[in-house]
């Protein structure tokens, strides 16, 4: 038995041996071979517009230099991807922009922002030009705005307008014996109604429908300017589904040339004078991204506006790249209150709300830093609910016209099982010492006066976010309550009513912070810088962000986000501030 005992631990030394070597040389490696090459642009280059990596405005930077390490150094945010095209206008190395079957999950107010980047490019004397096997409506949008626009001969286009989709649960709960028992303010709060009703409300299906009409007449009025198609026209052709072949699309002067890639690419070099047997110089977006930010830049001045971003969810924490947390975003906004050269702060949002507790918590701290220094807010995608909830009390805030907005109502969802319980014959009983002593259990019924008590909760919270808002926004109580409810808007809409002061993008919003701030000369500093430990050090690692990767590869895209909504729905506790429902437009 000792034999054997003594075997046992010398196979487990080797392996412990070789494991902390295959680490060692992981982590050498890391730390010499962590620096990105430099990218070389050669003369007569075209970029390579390819955003299948790109997700966020922000992709973050970790105080920890081991998660950096560990991190993907090409990481790269939209804000780098404009930047650089904003680079690319002076840069006389690079003559053009190639889009070439772009397949992004970009948000519609990130592919705006995009797209106009993209349109002052083009204004440089510079080309743009797209190729696609097929288009989605949303791939159309941005590849619309290109000099010349290429499709697959047996390709396909998607221009029909848009839908929305919404499950309902009643009947599904009083079968099953599993019930979602809804608390809420606000008509308009849509995310409980599946749970209350077997058909949507007419007043769910009111701002539904002013919101995608609203979405799609900013989508199709950007490429009527570009594609010099009328609105009504581009409308009849949705209506009639007559883009919908190659042949169709280039009738309706949707796309310019109907060909194969490779004479797409003999195209490109023929505007650029490179020979037909030969490759003309290309460099991805992401790799000229990458060189753009780490160019070192001399500043006339110190002053500096801080761009604090906020992506995600709203939840308690430290927060991430995807996840807005309390943690990072109220040291950023003291970092930057504290920093003599800050002179202003742009908060970027990017969310459909979240935790009510913590929303408040990051109001409170924009309020102390709003009396030191101007904060300017600039919507992206989202800015709902929680996300509008941070962003009322701002000196200015902007929108795109098709971000989506308002939301400002809460809900709480509490599941409970008796009567699933009761069908498979189980029984709770609960003892306690006094009538409210008892916590909420799902297998028993709601106690009434528990309910009364939530309900007070959530009345509290819902008064307590229209005062910010009116007060932000220097309206009464009952002007915001008569907006707020949960509705839903798009930019476009709240301009109209109030709820933001102009149409732009970030750049907008960073020139009007240093108006506020009275500078001119100024550089711009990326915040948050997250605070991870060892086991998120360990979480960035190959083997173990796979496992995602080989989820959505054997359920695919769209059962992964359903994967990924159930568990978000897992993750919230109190009382939430929330957009009513998930959009995603194709």
């Not at 519609?108 to 004397?125: I, T, Y």
């Not at 505007?271 to 500043?299: M, R």
């Not at 009390?393 to 109502?409: M, R, W």
């Not at 500078?519 to 991870?532: D, L, R």
């Amino acid at each position: 038995m000792k034999f054997l005992g003594n075997v046992l631990a010398t196979i487990i030394g080797i392996f412990v041996f070789f494991m902390l070597f295959f680490f060692g040389i992981l982590l050498i490696g890391a730390a010499f071979g962590g620096e990105s090459e430099v990218v070389t642009v050669k003369s007569n280059s075209v970029i390579e517009l390819n955003l299948d990596r790109i997700q966020n405005d922000y992709a973050g930077k970790y105080k920890d230099p081991w998660v950096t390490i560990f991190s993907d150094n090409k990481k790269i945010g939209l804000t780098d991807i404009i930047n650089s095209i904003e680079k690319a206008k002076t840069d006389t190395d690079i003559k053009g922009i190639s889009i070439l079957n772009d397949n992004s999950s970009l948000g519609m107010a990130q592919s705006k922002a995009l797209r106009d980047a993209l349109e002052s490019f083009k204004k440089s004397g510079k080309f743009v030009m797209a190729y696609a096997n097929s288009y989605s409506q949303k791939e159309y949008y941005l590849n619309s705005v290109a000099n010349t626009i290429y499709i697959n001969p047996v390709g396909d286009m998607d221009f029909k307008g848009l839908s929305a989709e919404i499950m309902f649960f009643k009947d599904f709960q009083e079968k099953s014996g599993l019930k979602m028992e809804v608390i809420r303010h606000g008509k308009y709060k849509s995310a409980v109604e599946p749970f209350l009703e077997n058909k949507m409300s007419d007043a769910n299906r009111e701002q539904t429908t002013a919101l995608l009409n609203s979405v799609w007449s900013s989508v199709v009025s950007d490429i009527s300017k570009s594609r010099n198609i009328s609105v009504t026209k581009l409308n009849e052709i949705a209506n009639g589904l007559l883009a919908r072949t190659p042949e169709m699309a280039k009738a309706e002067k949707l796309v310019d040339i109907i060909a194969y890639e490779d004479v797409y690419h003999s195209a490109i070099k023929k505007a650029l004078k490179v020979a037909e047997n030969e490759d003309y110089n290309k460099v991805n977006i992401t790799d000229y991204a990458q060189k753009i930010a780490t160019t070192a830049q001399s500043f006339d001045s110190k002053d500096e506006i801080a761009i604090i971003y906020a992506q995600g969810e709203i939840m308690s924490g430290e927060g991430d790249v995807n996840v807005i947390g309390e943690g990072s975003m109220r040291r950023s906004l003291q970092q930057a209150r504290k920093n003599k050269n800050v002179k202003a702060i742009v908060l970027r949002i990017d969310s459909p709300g979240g935790s009510a507790l913590t929303s408040d918590l990051i109001w409170r701290e924009i309020e102390l830093t709003k009396k030191v220094k101007p904060i300017v807010v600039s919507m992206g995608n989202y800015a709902a609910s929680g996300g509008y909830y941070i962003a009322c009390n701002a000196n200015t805030i902007f929108a795109e016209a098709n971000t989506i907005t308002g939301s400002i109502g809460v809900f709480g969802v509490l599941p409970n099982f008796t009567a699933l319980a009761t069908k498979i014959g189980i029984n709770t009983e609960q003892v306690k010492t006094h009538e409210n002593a008892a916590n909420y259990s799902p297998f028993v019924p709601i106690d009434e006066n528990f309910k009364a008590v939530t309900l007070e909760g959530v009345e509290h919270i819902y008064k307590t976010f229209v005062t910010h808002v009116a007060e932000g926004r220097k309206m009464t109580f009952g002007q915001v309550d008569a907006i707020a409810q949960g509705r839903v808007w798009t930019g476009s809409e709240a301009l109209k009513i109030g709820l933001v002061d102009k149409i732009g993008g970030l750049n907008d919003a960073i020139a009007k912070a240093a108006s506020l701030a009275k500078i001119t000369k100024y550089s711009t500093q990326n915040y948050p810088e997250y605070q991870k430990n060892l086991d998120d050090l360990l979480a960035n690692l190959p083997f173990a962000t796979s496992k995602a990767t080989f989820i959505k590869e054997e359920i695919g895209e769209e059962n992964y986000r359903i994967l990924q909504e159930i568990k978000r729905l897992q993750t919230r506790s109190g009382v939430q501030a929330i957009m009513p429902f998930g959009i995603n437009i194709n």
